[in-house]
């Protein structure tokens, strides 16, 4: 039998019965269980290697003797993450009831989604100023097809290391000191692309590659960010804030391109907006509360909850279920620990499907349309100004976005991204047999509507798809392993537009192929997702990624089980 294990004036003994009384020293009185023998192991294994003051724990761990009432007996259910009393029963369930507040967590969204609107800013540049950047006859520095292929794609493989780094620095770092460090970096890539001399080419593309990198970092932590911050009854609004700040950004740099400004005027002004107030802002909010359980942290991780759900709502009960799932799968306080956690088959199994998930998600046509949208336009002949084209499209993607805001906690994801997907298919099916009647010469002077309408109709769609996509990963992966996984997954995801860019640019001259292969890969998702992806809506992050890992494992152990009957068959 273990020891006894000791939290403040309490003794509880180690036995299998949970409502066995506890002895308080010194008296003969026994005192009654504070909290199960599994959580509160759970809180003294956390505690035995917290840095913060374990004195200063918060109350649901803690007692003084005194505190315990002698003349009524309490009673709690083994799995119960706090106490109640027979004459506070009425006031507890009261407090129960209450719903966690919602300005302090819109409050710290919007903050964070500063940031994606520089990464908006950041994906929408060259959809806006290539144009500007590759005329012969200006000048200003001037790109040749080869060195415009290089600057709209590198900037994705600064991305992906970005990505892979961001992992490292969330678990060392934490999310919001991770961002704070690399703010300056965006400013300064931002600052560079503003002067650079006409004729330092490479001065260029290595500051877009710093962006990428800047950018990949962001990708992951603020997303993360918000999801462990958010309650599960706001996390899909609070989570699609970032995707409309992200159109929201886009559409920025498109109605700068409308103006006389030159792409340098329009560079410092992106770096100055996407970067100085998300800065500001986040030297007011707390560390993530998940982030902070993981390092042991335990009262900082209560103030944090307590922040962001308000004094009146039970962050106990909160905070007990995430110290319970990191006592299950590992704390992962430092990379390396994630790193083996990643060998469990159910994590890797749930990493191997997301991989190809994201992988194939950058061949849906989003990257290439947006990066490339002014000259799509322009191959395509349209009568409207392809300026004021593009800026009419980036009004779509942000009315699209604003309605996935607005449906996600009410319709959920499942369908949000499934119907998406399937009316993305018709719209790029279409722009295909356009361009493949435009490259064999035949007449489409009838279907000049074509064109701008497909691509307005893909962007709205698109905008509700996308965001259900980027939150998806945040969502299924463990919260022990949550930093690691993502990033690997937005690594594999940038990797994956830089192949999408780049091949694009470089075989523009059969765009009807690529439209139509981005046709088939939405068909494709929609019915993987249909079969694979389960709903996220309005549950607890910690319950979604144990479903998510219980659905692979099961059809894992029947392919098992079909495989053995099948020799067992072979060998009558």
């Not at 100055?272 to 030297?283: E, H, K, R, T, Y």
């Not at 590992?330 to 469990?344: E, L, R, Y």
């Not at 607890?540 to 219980?550: M, Y």
Request: proline letters at 4%; aromatic letters at 10%; charged letters at 15%.
């Amino acid at each position: 039998m273990m020891a006894p294990l000791k939290a403040d004036n309490y003794t509880v003994k180690d036995t299998k019965d949970d409502n066995q009384d506890s002895v308080l020293p010194n008296s003969d009185i026994p005192a009654v269980t504070l909290v199960s023998s599994r959580t509160l192991i759970t809180a003294s294994a956390i505690v035995s290697e917290n840095k913060c003051k374990s004195e200063a724990l918060p109350s649901m761990w803690t007692h003084s003797s005194d505190e315990v009432p002698q003349a009524n007996k309490e009673s709690r259910s083994p799995d119960a993450e706090s106490y109640t009393s027979s004459d506070t029963n009425s006031s507890d369930d009261d407090a129960l009831a209450v719903k966690p507040a919602i300005l302090p967590q819109i409050g710290g969204t919007l903050i964070i989604a500063f940031t994606y609107l520089g990464f908006g800013t950041f994906l929408g540049f060259t959809g806006a100023t290539l144009i500007q950047m590759t005329d012969p006859q200006s000048d200003d520095l001037y790109l040749n097809p080869t060195q415009a292929a290089l600057f709209t794609s590198l900037n994705y493989l600064g991305m992906a290391f970005g990505c892979t780094c961001s992992g490292a620095l969330q678990v060392k770092l934490g999310q919001r000191v991770t961002l704070l460090t690399v703010i300056p970096l965006s400013m300064a890539a931002w600052l560079t692309m503003a002067f650079v001399p006409v004729d330092a080419i490479w001065l260029i593309q290595i500051a877009r590659v710093i962006q990428g990198v800047v950018v990949g970092v962001i990708y992951v932590t603020s997303s993360n960010y918000v999801v462990e911050v958010a309650h599960s009854d706001y996390r899909g609004r609070l989570g699609g804030t970032l995707a409309i700040t992200r159109q929201v950004g886009i559409m920025f740099v498109y109605l700068l391109s409308l103006t006389n400004l030159s792409w340098r005027e329009i560079a410092l002004l992106c770096g100055c907006v996407s970067n100085i107030p998300p800065f500001l802002g986040l030297l007011f909010l707390p560390n993530s509360p998940r982030w902070l359980a993981s390092r042991g942290c335990l009262e900082e991780a209560h103030k944090a909850l307590t922040f962001y759900r308000g004094s009146q709502y039970d962050s106990q009960t909160e905070l007990t279920k995430i110290s319970e799932q990191f006592s299950s799968s590992g704390k992962g306080n430092s990379f390396m620990d994630q790193m083996k956690m990643m060998k469990d088959r159910r994590v890797l199994r749930c990493v191997f499907f997301m991989s190809f998930f994201v992988f194939a998600r950058q061949f849906l046509g989003n990257t290439v349309v947006v990066s490339n949208m002014s000259s799509i336009f322009h191959a395509a002949d349209v009568k409207l100004d392809k300026y004021v084209s593009t800026v009419v499209s980036g009004a779509i993607r942000v009315s699209g976005t604003f309605v996935y805001l607005c449906i996600s906690d009410h319709v959920g994801r499942r369908p949000a991204l499934i119907t998406s997907l399937l009316m993305c298919f018709p719209c790029l099916l279409s722009l295909g047999v356009f361009f493949f009647l435009k490259t064999n010469c035949m007449d489409v002077h009838y279907l000049d509507w074509l064109p701008l309408t497909a691509v307005g109709i893909f962007n709205f769609f698109i905008s509700i798809a996308v965001p259900v996509i980027n939150i998806l990963p945040g969502e299924l992966m463990p919260t022990s392993v949550r930093s690691v996984t993502t990033a690997l997954l937005c690594t594999v995801t940038c990797g994956a537009s830089f192949l999408s860019n780049f091949t694009f640019k470089h075989f523009h001259e059969v765009l009807y192929t690529w439209f139509w292969i981005y046709a088939c890969v939405c068909v494709l998702l929609a019915l993987i997702a249909f079969f694979n992806i389960p709903e996220t809506r309005g549950r607890v992050l910690e319950e979604v990624s144990k479903e998510f890992g219980d659905k692979f494992e099961s059809i894992c152990s029947s392919k098992h089980h079909h495989k053995e009957n099948q020799n067992s068959q072979n060998n009558v």
